[in-house]
């Protein structure tokens, strides 16, 4: 149900645009799937439910009811260059990282938060703000290293969704920058 998109090598060429690297990225995600609400009754007004990067959740707004309880199981997604990838020195490049919603279904991804880095630290020197897509560099991560973090995210449930569960879609491309 995720469109998950991993997208190692991108080549943009532009004027405005900075130049990428040609070399391979690795990302894996675990688990493979996003985290799911549960089971939820029906709102008459758009309801928005907040997951944190350490999968509490907590409803924001509205007047949907999440029936499940308890903590969800946040993604965790690991950057790394492979072993000993040299190919156009992917482990001296900086890593950009960006996260973008997949709408059209009930339940859809309104903000994303990223949090607990480890392995790499931030090309700005601190993690980025919420926002409805996040875009990220990571520092150059050495050649046997990997980088990890966790995605949360507010989902917002339409006015009137069906009750029961629903699926949510977003894409996370990675990238090498010169």
Request: hydrophobic letters at 45%; aromatic letters at 6%; glycine letters at 12%.
């Amino acid at each position: 149900m995720i469109r998950f998109l991993m997208i190692a090598l991108v080549a943009v060429l532009g004027m405005s645009a900075p130049r990428l690297a040609h070399a391979q990225v690795t990302v894996t995600r675990s688990p493979a799937t996003a985290p799911t609400l549960g089971t939820t009754i029906r709102g008459t007004t758009a309801t928005t439910f907040t997951i944190s990067t350490s999968g509490a959740v907590t409803r924001t707004s509205g007047d949907a009811i999440r029936l499940t309880g308890g903590l969800v199981t946040t993604p965790t997604f690991s950057v790394n260059c492979g072993l000993l990838n040299l190919s156009g020195l992917c482990a001296l490049r900086y890593i950009r990282v960006t996260i973008t919603p997949v709408g059209g279904a009930a339940a859809s991804v309104t903000r994303f938060r990223v949090g607990g880095l480890s392995g790499a630290t931030y090309r700005t020197g601190s993690a980025p703000a919420e926002g409805s897509s996040v875009t990220f560099d990571l520092n150059p991560l050495g050649l046997l290293s990997t980088a990890t973090f966790r995605l949360g995210m507010d989902v917002t449930l339409a006015a009137n969704a069906p009750s029961g569960a629903h699926g949510f879609d977003y894409v996370v491309t990675v990238e090498l920058v010169r």
